[in-house]
């Protein structure tokens, strides 16, 4: 009988989901602490091992660290979110401008991470019919970095609220190249318990019972009861620091 066991170690398997669970996208916490240049290149290998679609490795990697620069994303970031505070109405729209939604200039260092949507041709295996195959596999950089970066003890946050072509003349990207993520990285004071928006009512976690189905959208085939308890039970683990272990 073949062996098919290839797993990770239990202590490995649970730090992997432990860095899952208790990653953060951090925006208030971070410290002025320069990062190690060791550390930092460990995240970017880390995201540099990504899967992508045709192994077209669309992602390039620009370390934002003069201040003049990044004063200058913060002010495009004020121009977005202001904006964005104007789609949200009553006290929807007061609860948004409570929230800090970057930190910019309270992290050691800002990186965006790009997607050169012609680095492997015109014609790419596995993107001949999904374009946006390349934009996926860059996401899968983000996850990595993120999720080694929780590894090393350091905190990132995402900042969304930009023009796209605003970052594009900043940052003097060209025409095909696509600003996918622009992220704050530094050491933190602490992680929060859970997510930050969550925490502030801005929204819940879904249950994960709501969102698994069988061969369509609707579902029409039930889940089993013992794989519905499956989900509830890992999600339940997930909550309490337990996902991943073994039982004892």
């Not at 401008?97 to 910019?104: S, V």
């Not at 992290?107 to 996926?136: E, F, K, Q, S, W």
């Not at 190249?177 to 004071?189: E, F, R, T, W």
Request: with cysteine.
């Amino acid at each position: 009988m073949r062996d098919h066991d290839n797993s990770l170690t239990p202590e490995e398997r649970h730090g992997l989901y432990r860095a899952i669970v208790t990653r953060r996208d951090v925006r208030s916490q971070f410290l002025p602490d320069p990062i190690a240049q060791d550390s930092l290149a460990r995240l970017l290998v880390a995201a540099h091992w990504a899967p992508s679609v045709g192994f077209m490795q669309p992602w390039s990697f620009i370390l934002v660290q003069d201040k003049a620069l990044r004063a200058q994303v913060k002010e495009a970031f004020e121009k977005a979110n202001a904006e964005a505070a104007l789609m949200f109405e009553g006290t929807r729209r007061d609860q948004y401008k409570a929230l800090k939604l970057e930190g910019i200039l309270d992290a050691p260092l800002n990186l965006c991470i790009t997607c050169d949507r012609d680095r492997a041709g015109p014609v790419v295996l596995g993107r001949t019919h999904i374009p946006t195959m390349d934009l996926y596999s860059t996401v899968c950089a983000v996850q990595n970095l993120w999720l080694a970066a929780r590894a090393e003890g350091l905190g990132v946050g995402w900042v969304s609220i930009l023009d796209e072509n605003r970052l594009k003349e900043l940052l003097g990207l060209t025409e095909k190249v696509v600003p996918v993520a622009y992220l704050c990285i530094g050491h933190v004071d602490h992680f929060l318990a859970g997510p930050e928006l969550e925490a502030k009512g801005w929204r819940k976690r879904l249950p994960i019972e709501e969102l698994v189905s069988i061969d369509s959208l609707s579902g029409a085939q039930a889940l089993s009861p013992e794989f519905l308890a499956a989900l509830r039970q890992a999600q339940d683990q997930a909550e309490h620091g337990t996902l991943g272990k073994l039982d004892p």
